[in-house]
Structures are given as structure tokens and as C-alpha cells.
């Protein structure tokens, strides 16, 4: 396997890992109504906006529009719909990765 192969097949299993975590934190919410692990979450979204800059730019503009909270006073809710928001992205970057792939 050559080098930018591998680096392909490392960054799909990176972004497919990311998206699985986001998931399953959603869907807890969806069942139960709550974050049972409010701090888990917060590092979830903090290291994505880290990994990808589209999406600290992303929550900047989101922020700057509708105002910020300080995360120990953001709902559940919030928390939530901003990990939609990151799901969604690193699914469309995971299908053109893939699709980039089998060029």
C-alpha cells in the first residue's frame, strides 16, 4: 500500500470512529432526554474543533449569530445540536474521502 493510501485508509477510520462516538452520544439522548456524561461531549466537540477547521469556524459564526453560553450553562440541547452539526459534516467528509479513494 503506498503511503497516500494508507494515509487515506487512516483518516477514513479517524472520521468513521468520530462519527460512531457522535452517534452513539446522540442517540443516548434521544433515549433517555439527558447526556448522562455532559464532560465527555464537551471534549468530543472541543477535539473535533481542533481536528477540523471548518468546524471551529463553523460554531464561530453559529455564536456569533445567535450569542454564546458558557458550556456549564448550555442545555442539553445545545450541546446536542451542535454534535448534529459535526456528524453531519464528518459524514459528507467521510462519503467524498471515499469517493476520492476510488478514483
Do not use: C, H
Not at 44 to 59: C, V, W
Amino acid at each position: 500500500m503506498e503511503p497516500t493510501s494508507l494515509f487515506r485508509a487512516l483518516e477514513r477510520t479517524s472520521i468513521a470512529k468520530d462519527i460512531s462516538e457522535l452517534n452513539d452520544m446522540i442517540q443516548e439522548y434521544r433515549r433517555w432526554g439527558k447526556l448522562s456524561d455532559r464532560n465527555k461531549a464537551y471534549q468530543k466537540i472541543l477535539e473535533l474543533r481542533r481536528k477540523e477547521p471548518d468546524l471551529n469556524t463553523s460554531a464561530i459564526v453559529m455564536q456569533a449569530l445567535s450569542g454564546t453560553v458558557p458550556f456549564e450553562q448550555a442545555t442539553d440541547e445545545t450541546i446536542v445540536a451542535e454534535m448534529q452539526e459535526q456528524l453531519i459534516y464528518l459524514t459528507d467528509k467521510l462519503r467524498k474521502t471515499s469517493t476520492d479513494s476510488n478514483k
